[in-house]
């Protein structure tokens, strides 16, 4: 092989393995499967895997530990729409549900 024709397969051997390792670590292309029922609350396009922005949001909760918003009352609370509720959130959340009147009257039903 000549001089010429080495160069040019090392070039592309060098771009298709470059390319490769992109692809590799681009998030789009290497999601992560949804295991639980917490991953399967923020995979909000419904396709089984947590995109780069979803994976945000997932790790967020697990370092943070904060509640869920998963029913429609505390999705209503859910200011910033992370799919959680931080500590300002959950105090409104639980305000609220200390002034609602259907609440309050389950104690006084089962007496």
Known sequence: MSFKKQK???????FLSVTSVAEAFCPRNTPSRVANKFERHY?????GCLNFAERGRYRTHQILGWELADTKKKKKHDLNKDMMLNPYEWQKYQEDLKNDPKVNLLPLLLL
């Open 8 to 14: 040019i397969f090392f070039l592309v051997l060098v």
């Open 43 to 47: 995979d909000t396009d419904g396709d």
